[in-house]
């Protein structure tokens, strides 16, 4: 009885931690190279693009201000869109 207690903790504790770490987006606005590349989908290059532009352009309004960046298409931020955010309170 005690081990399926513990069982059942654990799972629910690693549920839990997986769900939060599931919520966590990437804001473009604000983004390292590095937290770009953390985005499954994204390479060094698409990173790099996504830093020039916004360097040289300001922040993205919204999400789909992402594909005026070379590399990035509509079919593409569609696939990506539910890891990214360009607030930082999504």
Do not use: C, P, W, Y
Not at 17 to 34: P, R, Y
Not at 53 to 64: I, N, P, Q, V
């Amino acid at each position: 009885m005690f081990k399926k207690g513990i069982l059942s903790l654990f799972i629910a504790l690693f549920l839990f931690t997986g769900l939060a770490f599931a919520a966590d987006k990437v804001n473009v606005n604000t983004a390292s190279l590095e937290q770009l590349q953390s985005v499954k989908g994204f390479g060094t290059a698409t990173a790099k693009a996504i830093i020039e532009f916004r360097d040289e352009h300001g922040s993205f309004e919204t999400l789909d201000d992402l594909v005026l960046v070379k590399g990035i298409g509509s079919k593409k931020l569609e696939k990506l869109s539910d890891q990214l955010s360009v607030t930082e309170s999504e």
